[in-house]
C-alpha cells in the first residue's frame, strides 16, 4: 500500500518562501507522474503542480514563476518550492499521483495527511 507523508507547511508572511516535501512508500515511485494539490475549506482539491517521470513540470497559471515542483527519485520524494507566497495561497496541500490518485484496496481514494500553508502577516 502505498504511503504519501507531506511536510514542510507553515506560517509565512505574503512574500515569504516554503519549501514542502513529499515522501512516498510502497510503490515504484520513479515510475509516477506527480502533482501537487491544494483545498481551501470548502472548496474542490486543486491540483497546482504536476512533474512527469521524466521531469517535465506543469503549472496552473496562479503559481507560475512562484512554484517549482522537483523529484528526487533516488529518495522516493516530491518536493515543492513556494516563493513569493500570496494570501491566496493559503490552504492545506497534499501530493499524489497524477493523473489518477491513490487508491486502497478497497478501491477509495487515498490522500495523506496533507501540510497546512498558512500566507498572513
Known amino acids: 500500500q502505498v504511503q504519501l507523508v507531506e511536510s514542510g507547511g507553515g506560517l509565512v508572511q505574503p512574500g515569504g518562501s516554503l519549501r514542502l516535501a513529499c515522501a512516498v512508500s510502497g510503490s515504484i515511485f520513479s515510475r509516477y507522474a506527480m502533482g501537487w494539490y491544494r483545498q481551501i475549506p470548502g472548496k474542490q482539491r486543486e491540483l497546482v503542480a504536476v512533474i512527469t517521470s521524466v521531469g517535465s513540470t506543469n503549472y496552473v497559471d496562479s503559481v507560475k514563476g512562484r512554484f517549482t515542483i522537483s523529484r528526487d527519485n533516488a529518495k522516493n520524494t516530491v518536493y515543492l518550492q513556494m516563493n513569493s507566497l500570496k494570501p491566496e495561497d493559503t490552504a492545506v496541500y497534499y501530493c499524489?499521483?497524477?493523473?489518477?490518485?491513490?487508491?486502497?484496496?478497497?478501491?477509495?481514494?487515498?490522500w495523506g495527511q496533507g501540510t497546512q500553508v498558512t500566507v498572513s502577516s
Open positions: 499524489n499521483k497524477v493523473p489518477s490518485v491513490v487508491t486502497t484496496r478497497r478501491g477509495d481514494d487515498y
